[in-house]
């Protein structure tokens, strides 16, 4: 059994390896749904959380269009941008509810999505990966500061060495699980905020 230093010490080593997918690296030809199954699994196989999982299949390439979140594929073969919007999807769907995603997405893909005149969304893509390094940074010292504050927790409680460090690991669990709930409501609300601003919707 790790103690929760060696769980820490995994925590940061884990963040430190974390890489999103370079733009560089996806093909400048447009691929089959194999090809970009195959491409999304090689690529991303290390976030995933255990080894059987699929990091993406024929079957949710097909619920992502169907739910408006993904367009159409260009006689049954996908682009550059395509994959951008499936790795932004790889990242929302254990968060927001395809609903969610579609609203967040819709001015991206109207305004974004294989258009010359506007921003490319590869440039946006960019943008929003860029902040990855100081932002990681930022999670780690947030992780870390949680880590310490449970460590305190229960230490005037008589209680035996291996019921005192899982109920520290518990405390830790309940302050990361906090900080990600009230993000999610935070996030859903500025979803909502977008519904009730889109065009032809009155404001309550």
């Known amino acids: 059994m790790k103690t929760n230093d060696e769980r820490m010490q995994d925590i940061v080593k884990h963040l430190e390896s974390f890489q999103h997918i370079k733009p560089e690296t996806i093909p400048n030809i447009d691929l089959y749904m194999d090809q970009v199954t195959t491409f999304m699994d090689e690529h991303l196989k290390d ?3 255990y080894p059987e999982d699929k990091v993406l299949t024929k079957t949710m390439i097909n619920n992502y269009a169907k739910n408006n979140l993904l367009p159409p594929p260009n006689k049954k073969k996908y682009t550059r941008e395509h994959i951008l919007l499936l790795i932004f999807i790889y990242y929302f769907k254990n968060l927001l509810s ?3 995603i579609e609203q967040l997405f819709r001015p991206i893909t109207e305004k974004h999505f294989n258009r010359t005149e506007d921003l ?3 440039d946006i893509y960019k943008e929003i ?3 990855e390094e100081s932002e990681l940074s930022r999670i780690k010292a947030d992780v870390l500061e949680k880590y310490e504050h449970a460590q305190s927790a229960f230490a005037d409680k008589d209680l035996d ?3 005192l460090e899982y109920l520290q690991l518990f ?3 309940c302050g990361l699980s ?3 709930y009230m993000k999610k ?3 859903e609300q500025l979803i909502d905020d977008l519904t009730e601003t889109a065009p032809g919707k009155k404001k309550k």
């Open 47 to 49: 976030t995933k959380r």
């Open 120 to 122: 490319p969304l590869e």
């Open 98 to 100: 395809f609903r969610d």
């Open 178 to 180: 906090f900080d990600v």
């Open 185 to 187: 409501q935070v996030i």
């Open 171 to 173: 405390s830790w669990i």
């Open 129 to 131: 990966f860029e902040q």
């Open 161 to 163: 060495p291996e019921d």
